[in-house]
């Protein structure tokens, strides 16, 4: 009988636990650059205990939810308006393929200067992210539309209301949903790397206090939590895709 | 009824099909049979509007929402259930959700799909899924019917059950078909008349045979019919 995937995971993580716990206590390395993770875990406590932590996450999670909706939003209008537009696919497409070839955290510090360092410079990264990722969905997306069901509904005496209604918006919305995982992956690296670039509030500000306080153990903490957000959101995000596209999965 | 003249089908710059002439009468059951790459799916593409023909005219004799198109594979749109697509015509028309769910729900009993209205279609077999798209189709109730191999991609048995109820249907209705198939024994088993395109490009109608065989027809019992063999033979002369 083989265990299932999720128990073997979780024994294979707390193994490893077990060992750096184990070889820190022992003194096999040095605690200052990998602290135990008896110690990680109890800064991490801390942090809850103290209650601080609450405003950081709120900043993060605002930013982030903020980003990921206005991405999908600004990546669905303009992958609509290339795919119906001729003229406006001619202006976008080029500046999308460069954005999307660069790593678009490098305009970090352009939104700083732009937006200032409050939230907004942290959404307008965690935006940026999304829709240019949004936008390729919904442009290939509609362009590569299954033609066969185009015929059908045409061959069925449907126009261009039955086919949007019928084909277009179920199709983009497959692949948006679709997309929504790493949508939401995005947008919270857009929020904690705008904050970590420039802020006074949120979990990559923390994270950027560690850094410069050389604090092996909340930066550790840190990246634990913000890995348990990221986890979080992506359970939420793929509940959300099986519920909206339960024709794919049942 | 439906009236095709000199019709001419190019992509590029020789034509696929050059000059084709055909009518289906009033009532009528046509088939349309040649080899693959003929061009007799551009044919039906262009008596439905989906191409535009080069040259020549189409005259459906019937109003367009009278044409229903079955097509080779079964596309029915993945997000819908089996009630929805079925409804999809009718609500396409405009007409009333209940009266036309109470319409599918017809149809769907007819074709033995009653129990898989709310099923997606990736739940249903391959022949299940073509009953849907026959349901989808007669439920608008087609004076002409339209059909591009229909049952290509089902396995022996399912298409044997399947040709048989469509001839009942057809038979009931008084429905004018044209069908497009390169299966021969199936074009006789259910056709008045049987066209054979040459080999494309340039393809033209060789010849047209009636098939006298009389109905109402059931599968096996035609193709025990003394007329059975002897045109299979010419139909299998006009193809070489």
């Given at each position: ?250 | ?72 594979d079964d596309a029915l749109l993945p997000w819908r259930t089996v009630r929805e697509n079925v409804t999809l015509g009718l609500r396409i028309r405009g007409v009333a959700p209940e009266a036309a769910a109470a ?138």
């Amino acid at each position: 009988m083989t265990a299932r995937p999720g128990t073997r995971r979780t024994a294979a993580f707390l193994l490893l636990a077990a060992a750096w716990e184990t070889a820190a206590r022992a003194g096999w390395i040095d605690p200052f650059y990998a602290p135990a993770p008896s110690r990680v875990a109890s800064v991490l406590v801390s942090l809850f205990v103290q209650g601080d932590i609450w405003r950081h996450l709120e900043a993060t999670l605002v930013s982030a939810f903020a980003g990921l909706l206005a991405g999908v939003a600004l990546g669905m209008l303009l992958g609509f308006a290339a795919a119906l537009l001729p003229g406006v696919a001619e202006l976008l497409e080029p500046v999308m393929i460069l954005l999307n070839a660069i790593p678009r955290v490098i305009l970090a510090p352009l939104f700083v200067i732009w937006l200032g360092i409050g939230l907004a410079s942290k959404i307008a990264l965690a935006l940026i992210l999304v829709a240019v990722l949004i936008f390729f969905a919904v442009y290939s997306g509609i362009k590569e539309v299954d033609r066969r069901l185009v015929e059908r509904v045409r061959t069925l005496g449907g126009g261009r209301r039955a086919l949007i209604q019928e084909v277009y918006l179920p199709s983009i919305a497959a692949w948006v949903l679709g997309n929504l995982k790493i949508a939401v992956g995005f947008a919270f690296t857009g929020a904690v790397v705008g904050e970590f670039v420039a802020s006074t509030r949120g979990l990559g500000y923390l994270l950027q206090f560690a850094q410069s306080t050389y604090n092996a153990a909340l930066t550790l903490a840190l990246i634990v939590l913000i890995m348990a957000c990221a986890l979080v959101l992506f359970a939420l995000a793929e509940r959300l895709e099986r519920r909206l596209l339960r024709w794919r999965y049942v | 009824m439906l009236r095709i003249r000199g019709l001419t089908v190019a992509y590029g710059a020789e034509p696929v099909l050059d000059g084709i002439d055909l009518d289906v009468q009033v009532g009528q059951f046509a088939s349309l049979v040649g080899p693959s790459g003929s061009g007799k799916t551009s044919i039906l593409r262009a008596v439905t509007g989906l191409l535009t023909p080069t040259h020549g005219e189409v005259d459906l004799g019937v109003h367009a929402a009278d044409v229903g198109f079955l097509f080779q594979d079964d596309a029915l749109l993945p997000w819908r259930t089996v009630r929805e697509n079925v409804t999809l015509g009718l609500r396409i028309r405009g007409v009333a959700p209940e009266a036309a769910a109470a319409t599918a729900q017809g149809w769907l009993v007819s074709l033995g799909l009653a129990g898989l209205e709310d099923r997606y279609p990736r739940q249903l077999s391959g022949g299940q899924r073509k009953r849907v798209a026959i349901a989808q189709v007669l439920a608008l109730e087609p004076r002409l019917l339209l059909m591009d191999e229909p049952f290509a991609s089902l396995d022996a048995i399912v298409r044997m059950r399947l040709t048989e109820e469509l001839l009942t249907w057809v038979e009931r209705k008084h429905l004018t078909v044209l069908l497009v198939t390169h299966d021969l024994e199936e074009a006789i088993t259910l056709s008045d008349a049987v066209y054979v395109l040459s080999q494309g490009p340039r393809a033209t109608i060789r010849a047209a045979h009636p098939v006298p065989i009389p109905r109402p027809r059931h599968v096996l019992a035609s193709r025990a019919d003394q007329a059975f063999a002897p045109l299979l033979q010419r139909l299998w002369k006009d193809l070489e």
